[in-house]
């Protein structure tokens, strides 16, 4: 069966300070891959999606940035976390464009910065 | 502007009742409409996905009704239980690009 891992599970950062979050996923091959944010009282805010190594795209121009350097792992960084940058990060994956399947989603990272 | 409104917030009701949650979407021409629940501090969960050419969908005590006319969706869940407590989110395609997600309403079940 898939698995979707996110770690860490909580996380407490000064503005400033960078970011890597990271999204793994077992049991399956070549998955499209997505990071999601919600803030408090926002819906699920779509961040990048991936449908391969190395395929990007960005749906938001923010001081984040993403990164697959493997199948089944996708990375979420920032060089300098700001204020506004709280929010739940979510991973998700999905067969297929999730346009037409449903996407299964990680336990995400609460991310405070301070 | 491209909008998915999910028209209320909080919905509270009895156990036992049908709860029905509303997803109005306006300048998409989504071909598939998906729903999604929410607990407090964890990812979502799919639910039910409904293609344009299905007017309704269920799935056990759950149903899903889309019209394309409207640009709306409806997801009714009949006999609530307070297990159904949680936050639902309807999500949309616009070909071309991943979901794109409500508000979500959430949703308290008393006993």
């Known amino acids: 069966s898939q698995t979707i891992h996110q770690w860490p599970a909580t996380l407490v950062q000064p503005v400033g300070s960078p970011l890597s979050l990271e999204c793994t996923v077992e049991?399956?091959?070549?998955?499209?891959l997505y990071w999601y944010r919600q803030a408090a009282g926002r819906g699920l805010q779509l961040l990048f999606y991936?449908?391969?190594?190395?395929?990007i795209s960005s749906e938001v121009p923010q001081n984040l940035s993403a990164s697959r350097p493997q199948d089944r792992q996708f990375i979420l960084s920032s060089k300098k976390l700001l204020l506004s940058d709280s929010g739940f990060y979510l991973c998700?994956?999905?067969?297929?464009?999730?346009?037409?399947?449903?996407?299964?989603f990680g336990p995400g990272t609460r991310l405070t910065v301070l | 502007s491209q909008k998915i409104e999910q028209n209320s917030e909080a919905l509270n009701i009895q156990e036992g009742k049908t709860a029905t949650l509303t997803c109005n979407y306006t300048?998409?021409?989504?071909?598939?409409l998906q729903w999604y629940r929410q607990d407090p501090g964890r990812g979502p969960v799919f639910l039910l996905l409904i293609r344009e050419n299905e007017k309704e969908k269920r799935k056990e005590r759950l149903k899903v009704t889309f019209d394309t006319t409207l640009k709306q969706s409806l997801f009714h869940i009949t006999a609530s239980q307070p297990a159904d407590s949680a936050t639902y989110l309807c999500?949309?395609?616009?070909?071309?690009?991943?979901?794109?997600f409500g508000k979500g309403t959430t949703l308290s079940v008393s006993s």
């Open positions: 300048n998409y021409s989504p071909a598939y």
């Open positions: 049991g399956t091959s070549n998955p499209n």
């Open positions: 991936s449908v391969g190594i190395g395929q």
């Open positions: 998700a994956w999905s067969v297929g464009l999730a346009e037409y399947n449903e996407q299964f």
């Open positions: 999500a949309l395609n616009q070909a071309g690009t991943a979901l794109i």
